[in-house]
């Protein structure tokens, strides 16, 4: 069961693998360079980050493709434990690897990352092959629409988590920050700007949300103490539940 979905998994994401073949060697990458990147980065969307920024200089496209690969990191530290050889595995961690790895035992969790970072290595490198050989037999691989399918694929991937307010709320709050930036600074940057914003807005939040949590817990002493009392506990405890949800 976890090697056929790891398959699944790695056949679908695998086919993104054509669209950055072909928009690599567009943005003027060689074949071998394409092959390259991803033998080497291994990490989707790091990879279409990079080809697509490296026009407007290095620099803006490395720190670019770097802040989209440091959650990669993340997951490493939660996978460490469950993983051998460390500096192979590191290579394979990724998202789809790290989600399959979310197992109830070790060994299933070792299996599911492996299948799936094996799965997904093999199918991303011979789809970037045959995109990076089809684009450059291409004029323009941009014409057959090839350059929109890495943004459609991530707006695909982000849709499921803007359901509630909070995060449609980061996600505009960093796309305005985005758009303002758009003619101020060199290409690239309103991404890290973007990423900076959602980030604080998220922080912010998140330490807005424990102190409401810590205030909550008092609440409740305060109904206890009631009870003893002999007050109006039910009240107070219910004032105090709603408190806690309010926060």
């Not at 989707?44 to 620099?59: E, K, M, N, R, T």
């Not at 060199?186 to 700007?193: F, K, M, R, S, Y």
């Not at 009631?226 to 109006?232: L, M, V």
Request: with cysteine.
């Amino acid at each position: 069961m976890i090697v056929r979905d790891a398959i699944g998994i790695g056949v679908a994401t695998g086919t993104y693998g054509v669209s950055f073949g072909a928009i690599a060697v567009a943005a003027g990458l060689s074949v071998p360079q394409a092959c390259a990147l991803s033998l080497l980065m291994f990490t989707g969307a790091s990879q279409f980050a990079f080809v697509g920024l490296i026009g407007s200089g290095a620099p803006a496209a490395i720190a670019t493709a770097l802040l989209l690969g440091a959650r990669n990191a993340l997951y490493g530290l939660r996978l460490a434990p469950f993983l051998r050889p460390r500096p192979l595995a590191a290579h394979f961690v990724i998202d789809e690897s790290a989600a399959m790895a979310v197992r109830d035992n070790a060994e299933d969790t070792r299996l599911g990352f492996w299948a799936t970072g094996l799965a997904v290595f093999v199918c991303w490198n011979l789809a970037t092959l045959l995109g990076a050989l089809g684009g450059a037999a291409l004029s323009d691989p941009r014409v057959f629409g090839l350059d929109a399918a890495a943004p459609a694929g991530f707006l695909a991937l982000l849709a499921p988590r803007l359901r509630e307010r909070e995060p449609q709320a980061i996600a505009a709050l960093a796309a305005v920050a985005a758009l303002i930036a758009l003619p101020l600074v060199p290409a690239g940057v309103p991404v890290l700007i973007a990423a900076g914003v959602a980030v604080a807005a998220a922080l912010a939040r998140g330490g807005k949300r424990g102190e409401g949590e810590a205030r909550a817990p008092r609440a409740g002493g305060d109904a206890a103490g009631a009870d003893r009392r002999g007050g109006e506990a039910p009240r107070a405890g219910g004032d105090a539940a709603g408190a806690g949800a309010a926060a």
